[in-house]
């Protein structure tokens, strides 16, 4: 009974990873003043803020962080900054492979970027967060439309449903959607 089980989970695990995401609902976020639009599950939440890197969109799944920013048992959330105008550490002539070979120098790496695999700009790494749990990130890095998005997953690492919330990452950035262009001004 207990390799039944075995059987019966690791095809589910499988069927998970391989059926890419499509939501019953899927609701719609647009940015007016950014000038782009994204779909998401109709069951996380979506909250626009500024913060001292210019404008950011979080779309997550619960209600209240841990203690210390780590999501809860359960939870993930992707956070999506777009530009221009371009942050005064980032300028716009940067190549998203060299930002994120940068960032990953400072976490426990567990995929570094390479231009040879397909699709955008990705690092995967892991941090302990102070509320003790410990997190795997996901950091992308895209160029679409003119513009440049840094969007990342957060998720703790010991959580089963790891593999859903990278597939809802992948379908916000195939969902992504730039519309008008706007001017470059680096940011101070």
């Not at 939870?75 to 005064?88: C, K, N, Q, T, W």
């Not at 690092?123 to 440049?148: C, N």
Request: net charge negative; hydrophobic share 40%.
């Amino acid at each position: 009974m207990k390799r039944r089980a075995n059987i019966f989970l690791a095809t589910a695990l499988l069927v998970t990873l391989a059926v890419p995401w499509q939501p019953a609902r899927a609701a719609q976020y647009t940015d007016a003043t950014a000038g782009y639009t994204f779909s998401y599950p109709d069951d996380w939440t979506v909250e626009p803020y500024s913060d001292a890197n210019g404008s950011v969109v979080t779309v997550r799944n619960f209600r209240a962080y841990l203690h210390g920013g780590s999501p809860p048992m359960g939870g993930a959330y992707i956070a999506m900054h777009s530009y221009p105008p371009y942050p005064s550490w980032w300028p716009p002539d940067t190549d998203e492979y060299q930002w994120l070979e940068k960032w990953g120098q400072t976490f426990n790496v567990i995929v570094h970027p390479s231009r040879s695999i397909p699709g955008p700009a990705r690092l995967v790494f892991t941090s302990e967060s102070t509320a003790g749990p410990v997190d795997t990130h996901v950091s992308i890095a895209l160029r679409k439309g003119g513009r440049l998005f840094r969007i990342g997953l957060e998720y703790q690492t010991a959580d089963l449903n790891g593999p859903l919330y990278e597939q809802v990452l992948s379908g916000i950035i195939d969902s992504l959607a730039p519309g008008t262009q706007l001017t470059a001004t680096p940011a101070a």
